[in-house]
């Protein structure tokens, strides 16, 4: 078969979609492209098969839709899968509709957190063939390919299809596939390179991605409310320690890759991470490249922030969220507040370079404890106790307990259906006493916090060398596309 493993453009006036593997939507001023790892996956699985896999990211290739739709057109292919998201999902319905009139017999497949929580609305809106469900669609599509070309006899639980006219399901997906089993992926297939340079992660370029996990194991402890991940994974599983640090050196070996953000929830920690940056050290590849992650407040000691450190990490992502503890109970993070300015102290200490962020906008803060938030964050940064900040504003996607939550007690400013309007331009939840205008000027307040002297000051500090001074540059540039993405 001919596979087109697709994300066509979305072309508007807001901006550039950060669409692809991506947790939380947004439209951006200035472009950032994540490499989408269990897409890329899922092109490899097929490519080993023997199918012919065209990787079609028509965003980050910065493709016209209409020289886009021009090249679908006049190529024959026989299946397009497309993840898709909240807030774009009903343009990709208008698409897969549109493209049906000029390809009647391809067979068009969604995936996604928004079609996993809600598959059968997919199914009624548009002339979508197949949704499958969960984060495992890599396997899941294989297996779809497979039966398709009669090479399996029944389809894996999570796939919604229609028949005889009737949409029917397999059944409720199991996130049960051993993550061992894959392959390395195809990176040259999968076009990295188009995801190597525009990204504010990698401090070195070129950069990529790599998952070692699905994705979170906060999850056990039920997980964060407002994540939408959960709902692709409702399990924790993970690669081995020796199996990541492989695909570090192919990466170094083979592609001269100088920086990798591991995209897990949160990275493994324990005996798993101390094994992994045993093996980091013994192979020389500390020395050799930056390895950035997801991390929790909470899960490390100062001794595991010195191994990390010495086994070539740089960049530890943080979800603070809120200043305020009553809303982090809320949102079952976790998280204690009186204990991050000395977790951060920790990691600077340990010269890693820690990275929050922070959230605006939730239906039961006040002004007073929005400006909590922002107070603390000024602190943070201005005693030097966090390298970057990153500010949005809350967005609960369907599938996620604050939906529910949104739903049950009437915090929806607008329609909870009305998808197009999630796109963090405005909020979508009220709040006590602030406007939607003031919630999106807080936003930019914070970014607007990356200017006071104290921060440019420890961060004039930090510029050793040529490459630290064209990150900071390059920072510079992001937080001023991130201040015209608030408005």
């Not at 003031?438 to 921060?455: A, D, G, Q, R, V």
Request: glycine letters at 6%; a negative charge.
């Amino acid at each position: 078969m001919k596979i087109r493993i697709s994300y066509p453009p979305l072309e508007s006036t807001l901006g550039i979609p950060l669409l692809s593997q991506n947790r939380q939507f947004q439209w951006f001023s200035d472009p950032t492209y994540i490499y989408p790892i269990v897409p890329a996956y899922a092109a490899t699985l097929l490519s080993n098969d023997g199918h012919k896999v065209i990787w079609d990211d028509a965003i980050a290739e910065e493709k016209s839709y209409q020289a886009w739709f021009h090249d679908i057109e006049h190529n024959n292919f026989d299946l397009m899968m497309i993840e898709t998201k909240t807030p774009v999902v009903k343009r990709h319905w208008n698409i897969i509709n549109d493209l049906k009139q000029i390809k009647p017999d391809v067979k068009f497949v969604l995936v996604g957190d928004h079609v996993t929580a809600l598959p059968g609305e997919s199914m009624d809106n548009c002339e979508v063939d197949f949704v499958l469900t969960g984060g495992d669609y890599d396997f899941l599509l294989q297996n779809l390919i497979r039966y398709l070309n009669d090479e399996v006899k029944t389809t894996e639980p999570g796939i919604w299809y229609r028949k005889n006219g009737v949409i029917k399901t397999s059944g409720p997906f199991i996130s049960n596939h051993d993550l061992n089993l894959l392959p390395n992926i195809d990176r040259t297939l999968t076009k990295w390179h188009l995801y190597a340079e525009k990204n504010g992660n990698y401090k070195i370029t070129p950069g990529t991605y790599t998952m070692v996990g699905r994705d979170c194991w906060w999850r056990y402890k039920g997980g964060c409310t407002f994540c939408s991940w959960p709902t692709l994974y409702p399990t924790y599983r993970v690669r081995t320690a020796e199996s990541l640090v492989s695909e570090v050196g192919t990466l170094i070996e083979d592609f001269n890759v100088k920086e990798i953000f591991d995209d897990t929830g949160t990275f493994p920690v324990g005996k798993w991470l101390k094994t992994f940056c045993r093996l980091m050290i013994d192979e020389g590849y500390n020395e050799k490249i930056n390895f950035n992650i997801n991390m929790r407040f909470g899960a490390l000691s100062s001794e595991d922030y010195s191994l990390l450190k010495k086994a070539g990490f740089r960049m530890l992502l943080f979800g603070l969220e809120s200043a305020n503890q009553t809303t982090l109970d809320r949102l079952n993070k976790g998280t204690l507040i009186n204990t991050v300015a000395n977790e951060c102290k920790t990691a600077i200490e340990a010269k890693l370079e820690p990275h929050i962020t922070v959230m605006i906008g939730y239906p039961w803060e006040t002004r007073t404890e929005v400006n909590n938030t922002l107070q603390f964050s000024k602190m943070l940064m201005q005693r030097g106790l966090v390298s970057t900040l990153q500010s949005t504003v809350i967005i609960p996607y369907p599938g996620t307990q604050l939906f529910d939550e949104a739903v049950a007690n009437g915090w929806f400013e607008i329609d909870p259906t009305d998808y197009d309007n999630y796109h963090m331009k405005k909020p979508v939840l009220k709040t006590p006493d602030l406007s939607g205008d003031e919630i999106m000027e807080l936003c930019n307040e914070t970014y607007k916090l990356f200017f006071s002297p104290n921060f440019i000051l420890n961060s004039l500090k930090n510029i050793h060398s040529w490459k630290d001074f064209k990150y900071a540059l390059k920072g510079v540039k992001k937080i001023l596309g991130h201040l015209n993405d608030f408005t």
